[in-house]
């Protein structure tokens, strides 16, 4: 009984072995248990889901009595679909028969027509396999292929197929998302480390200036102390001249005095004053020397960090694309591993179904053959029965009518002639017995040896076609392979091209 639904994994109707989600969203059981071990969550709403969170679905089926609304509309539409469908093969037919200006198609001619097509796909398949297959193995194969059972096995086929193309393109989907987020993180490593290589050049200039403002200001420091040294010695020396000055002025007579005096000490603090320039001149210059140093040890240290953190960074990022390289032709082989697997798994679900696929026909012909044997042996014993009631009837009769013929003999030649007539007559029964059974038995044989035959013809056929998906499955491996080195040559003649870029991108860092 069908829900009126899909399943959203393999895309067929669901029709038995429904399961629920906690979501409420319905799949088939074995989609939904397959998904949920490669992905813990719904594939609708993508809500996460666990094992034990699968419902399964028990869908009752009304009986025929049933006076439910929902059963009688289901029957109604499906006598409705049933009469709509009949109408128009019926249309179909008349529209055919009025085209062709045909009568029907007699039965012997439809028995033509279905041995011809025997005969084509007979000499289809002989042409295709390297078998001898006889018209009954191919009628019994023709006719399994309808069988209600042979039809769900199709169908579940199909569905395998879907499922596992359904898989191979998420584990695909896996794989390139893999693939991609290798080569983020290699980048990533990379950035931090080139990250924290410029976090340390900017810790190292920062250790730099503070240095150097220490050292300025150390130089700043010291050069005042020496100003202030140099000067207060400049002045204690021009109070001494001052003094000295006085003395001996004060030798001269009094009208002298304060005419050289003036005159003495504007020429002193002249002297003074100029020496003071000079020092300070001298000093200023010291400093600026000093200064000048300091700076240009700075700048060079900045250089030397400067260079030491090109340097680094270029070898960073060479490596970087080195690995990046080595990455991508490692991953390129693992592509091809990747697509080798698939191929593998694609094959083994190929090769079960047709394992199992040939079970099936093997376990339904031995079915069939017993059923066919024991149907001919009951005919047989049938047959043995009725002969035998035939040939004692036949004999009482040709006895009878030897006793009418020979009733007048004597008793003693009445006896031993209808002695020898009834010897005669279990002779005849007894070799016609015999040979009835002979011939039972040939047939038998002959029945059992088509059955075998039969088996050995499924037997070459199930050989053959694994044979064929082998080299299928080595073809498929072989084009891979091919695309493989294809590919990986294609990209090694390009990686000389892409260093050269990658250099002159370092070089004009």
């Not at 969170?53 to 109604?76: C, M, Q, W």
């Not at 694609?346 to 090769?351: H, I, N, V």
């Not at 009835?436 to 059955?451: D, F």
């Amino acid at each position: 009984m069908s829900l009126n639904g899909n399943c959203s994994i393999c895309t067929e109707s669901i029709e038995e072995d429904a399961a629920a989600t906690k979501c409420g969203h319905t799949y088939h059981y074995s989609c939904i248990v397959e998904w949920v071990q490669q992905s813990s969550s719904c594939p609708k709403c993508r809500l996460v889901i666990e094992a034990t969170g699968i419902i399964k679905l028990f869908v009752d089926h009304p009986d025929e009595n049933s006076t439910s609304t929902s059963y009688r509309a289901s029957k109604f539409d499906g006598s409705l679909e049933s009469d709509i469908s009949q109408q128009l093969n019926i249309a179909e037919k008349e529209q055919i028969q009025i085209l062709t200006k045909q009568p029907e198609v007699k039965t012997e001619e439809v028995r033509v027509i279905r041995q011809s097509q025997t005969t084509s796909a007979l000499t289809y398949m002989n042409s295709f396999y390297d078998v001898d297959v006889t018209k009954e193995t191919l009628k019994l194969l023709l006719e399994m292929s309808e069988l209600p059972n042979f039809k769900k096995l199709e169908k579940e086929e199909k569905r395998q197929f879907k499922w596992n193309a359904f898989k191979q393109k998420f584990e695909s989907q896996h794989q390139e998302d893999k693939l991609k987020d290798e080569k983020k993180t290699l980048k990533k490593s990379y950035d931090e480390k080139i990250e924290k290589l410029v976090h340390n050049r900017k810790k190292k200039i920062e250790d730099l200036t503070k240095e150097q403002e220490k050292e300025v200001e150390k130089l700043a420091k010291k050069a005042k102390e020496e100003q202030e040294k140099e000067l207060r010695k400049i002045y204690g020396r021009f109070q001494n001249e001052q003094k000295v000055l006085k003395d001996e002025v004060d030798k001269l007579p009094k009208s002298e005095r304060k005419e050289l005096l003036k005159t003495k000490k504007e020429e002193l603090d002249k002297i003074q004053e100029h020496k003071e320039q000079e020092l300070l001149r001298t000093l200023e210059l010291n400093n600026e020397f000093v200064i000048a140093t300091i700076r240009e040890k700075f700048h060079t240290n900045l250089a030397m960090i400067d260079q030491d953190f090109f340097e680094r960074k270029y070898l960073l990022i060479k490596a970087m694309n080195s690995a990046l390289l080595e990455l991508e032709e490692k991953q390129i082989v693992d592509k091809k591993i990747f697509a080798e697997q698939q191929i593998k798994k694609e094959f083994k679900l190929k090769q079960t179904q047709q394992e199992y696929r040939y079970e099936k026909e093997n376990e339904h012909i031995r079915k069939e053959n017993r059923l066919q044997e024991e149907s001919l042996t009951n005919q047989l014993d049938q047959g043995r029965r009725e002969l035998t009631n035939s040939l004692i009837k036949e004999s009482n009769e040709r006895i009878a009518r030897f006793k009418e013929l020979h009733q007048e003999e004597t008793t003693e030649n009445w006896l031993k002639s209808l002695d020898e007539y009834e010897e005669k007559e279990r002779q005849i029964f007894q070799f016609s017995i015999s040979d009835h059974e002979s011939r039972c038995k040939m047939r038998l044989e002959e029945h059992r040896k088509k059955n075998m035959a039969m088996l050995r013809e499924l037997e070459k056929i199930h050989i053959e076609k694994r044979q064929l998906l082998q080299n299928e499955e080595l073809a498929r491996l072989a084009q891979s392979e091919k695309e493989f080195q294809s590919n990986l040559l294609i990209y090694r003649a390009n990686v000389p091209t892409r260093l050269q870029k990658m250099d002159e991108e370092l070089n004009n860092l």
